[in-house]
């Protein structure tokens, strides 16, 4: 019975492979006998996908190497940077013996340049040195003795307790320059030119009186001052004297005495011309001009 079984599905299995050879022998060969129309193709616009981008050339990057530090004598000789400078200007006042003020100016963007001191009507003028400083010994006019100085348009004010104003006379002459206008004093009986005569050109007597000058005629516009300081109980007659010279013969001159007193200074104004150039060495004097008067000629 098994065998009959094998025997059937063995023949069952031959009957199958010669079914499918005999299919595939004939299918193929149809296909290669029989035409098949194809359709006509024609050759294909080249499509752009994307642009060719060039890379970019690859840098050659050298680094650095450390450097050794720099040599001291060589970075001594490296000029600093420029620092802004503080163009203020200071000025200070203390008070000295004999009734004075010492003035010192700071300036240091007014270098060589020119420099006015104020005080009580006086107006002096001065030039600071290459560091923008300046200073000088001012005679009081007042027990509180206030000061100004102006430089390069800056400005500032300083004070000074004069405690011993009391003890001294003062008189001063200023003018804008005048050339020709002095200030003297002649103690009782002296003489011009001898002892007891007291002026820019003449030494202190021994009792600390003088004429001191103050300002430099060398300054642009210059205004010079010229101080009669003496002791209180001595009583010099002051006068203004005015040579007439080929400079200012024939001309106006204008100038001012200031003379110290317990409510301050008092003014006496100066108005004058000249005569003409015939009077060319000629002197004129002003003979104790009291303060408040005018003394003019026309």
């Known amino acids: ?62 680094f650095d190497r450390p450097q050794a530090p720099r040599d001291p004598a060589r970075l001594a000789g490296i000029a600093a940077p420029r620092v802004a400078r503080d163009c203020g200007l200071s000025l200070s006042a203390e008070p000295r013996p004999g009734a004075m003020a010492l003035l010192q100016v700071a300036a240091p963007c007014a270098r060589d340049a020119r ?36 430089a390069n348009g800056a400005s500032a004010v300083a004070a000074a307790d004069i405690a011993d104003l009391a003890e001294w006379r003062r008189v001063a002459l ?11 004093a ?7 030119g001898g002892e007891g005569h007291l002026s820019r050109d003449m030494p202190a007597s021994a009792s600390g009186a003088a004429v001191i000058v103050l300002g430099d005629p060398a300054a642009p516009l210059p205004r010079l001052v010229e101080i009669y300081s003496a002791p ?52 004129l004097v002003l003979q104790n001009p009291e303060p408040g008067m005018t003394v003019a000629s026309r």
Not at 115 to 139: I, N, S
């Open 1 to 62: 019975m098994a065998v009959l079984r094998f025997l059937a599905t063995a023949a069952g299995c031959a009957a199958a492979a010669f079914a499918i050879g005999q299919f595939m022998e004939n299918g193929v060969s149809r296909a290669q006998a029989t035409p098949v129309d194809l359709p006509e193709t024609f050759p294909e616009a080249p499509v752009l996908v994307a642009a060719r981008v060039e890379a970019p050339p690859v840098p050659n990057i050298v």
């Open 115 to 150: 420099l006015t001191l104020r005080h009580q009507g006086l107006t002096v003028t001065l030039l600071t040195d290459d560091e923008g400083r300046a200073k000088t010994l001012f005679p009081a006019l007042a027990k509180r003795a206030v000061f100004m100085a102006e």
């Open 174 to 184: 200023q003018s804008d320059g005048g050339e020709g206008l002095s200030l003297h």
């Open 186 to 192: 002649l103690a009782p009986g002296a003489r011009h």
């Open 232 to 283: 209180t109980g001595e009583r010099a007659a002051v006068s203004v004297e005015i040579e007439v010279t080929e400079a200012n013969c024939g001309r106006p001159v204008a100038a001012e005495l200031l003379q110290s007193g317990d409510r301050g200074p008092a003014g006496t104004g100066i108005e004058l011309i000249l005569p003409g150039c015939d009077a060319v060495g000629e002197l």
